[in-house]
């Protein structure tokens, strides 16, 4: 299911190029399938946030009773404005600094703790509150590089080896371990490095270390297919061999848990699209180099990590396909959507449609070149609404001025 053309055009006709288009259903689609697959009945969805947060998405969100993975203090604040309520909400920034620690623990929100020395810290000045432990897996699984989030190379989580320090300043401070968890990578390549993750931390997750565990934590990763003929994993398959594992550990540990999960990439990435108009095109001795008003900093995935973002000319939908160099308006030469790609044969004027870009897009997002970003737009129940407005030259030039 995704925005036809027609809709994808009206758009663009309304609120003009380069513009972020969500399918809001699609939202609420994604997010309700978890469900679906896990079939625990104390699964709680927490949408990790940094994929997309989109003030309209979070509100769409909070109303099917999501609860959230937040960051940063500002994503906190945000979250509350978006209507979710502190007890749904879990803070997993890593190298927090004390002033941030302060104000979200002051604001009721589960702090997700993932180093000895700002657990000690902690608890020496919090003891006796309740916390969350993030533990590194130790499985190395992800769709590149940078965002494999266990093993040694990692800044991310406790290792599973210092469990008994953990154990002796949780003690010492009265501390009440509530939840123990882990987070794998995003993408996640493999079933099998989730139930492995799972494996590992329910090991050292015992009732004798940690006899006061609401929940258990596996964070989020859960990959979607970002190329046309990618096999979509089988979450139904994967989704009951979770249960079984989390079942049994529970039996083990004498209490049916809640288990979380915290995907973001899952419930937003296939719901978008970066609209992007055609201004110039260039035949390089037979390279064809097309040219768009947008760039890297309104989408570096490709750039960043090496993603496929698959492209559709909106404009030319039968056109002959050709093969085409895709790029942004920056001054690199690394500002690329797309190398040597097959696409419907392209006119300056034409209107590009790049798919999955509602995660980690807008939201990872600058204004290098200073370039504002575009406007943002939600289509809900029939209903086309600007979520946010696009920033003009004048609102990012009063926001250097002195
Ligand atoms: N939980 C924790 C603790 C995380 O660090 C992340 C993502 C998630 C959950 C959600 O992961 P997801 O389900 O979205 O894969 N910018 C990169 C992805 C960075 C992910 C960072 N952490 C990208 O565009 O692929």
Redesign the pocket.
Known sequence: MSLNRELQLKAVDNFNTPLYLYDGDRVVQCYRELYDFIKWPKLKIHY?M??NYNFQLLKLLNAQGAAL?TVSPAEVLLAFKAGFSHDRIIY?ANNMTEDEVDMVNSLGVLMNIGSLSRLERFGEKYPGSEICLRFNPDVVDG?HKH?M?GGDLTKFGILMKDVDQVVEIVKKYELTVVGIHE?TG??LQHTESVFQSMKNIMTIATVERFPDLKFLDF????KVPYEPNEARIDYVAMGAEITRLFSEYCTEYGKELEMYF?????IVAEAGYLLVEVNTIKDNNGRMIVGCNSGFPQLI?PML?D?YHHIVNLSNPDGEMKKYDICGNICETGDRFAEQREIAEIREGDILSIENSG??CYS?GSVYNLRPMPAEVVIYEGEVKLARKAVTNEELINSILD
Request: proline share 4%.
């Open positions: 990790a940094k994929a993975d997993t769709g965002i989030t987070h995003s993408g964070g989020g990763g859960f915290e995907p973001g990439k899952y995935r990590y993603a995660a980690y990872m």
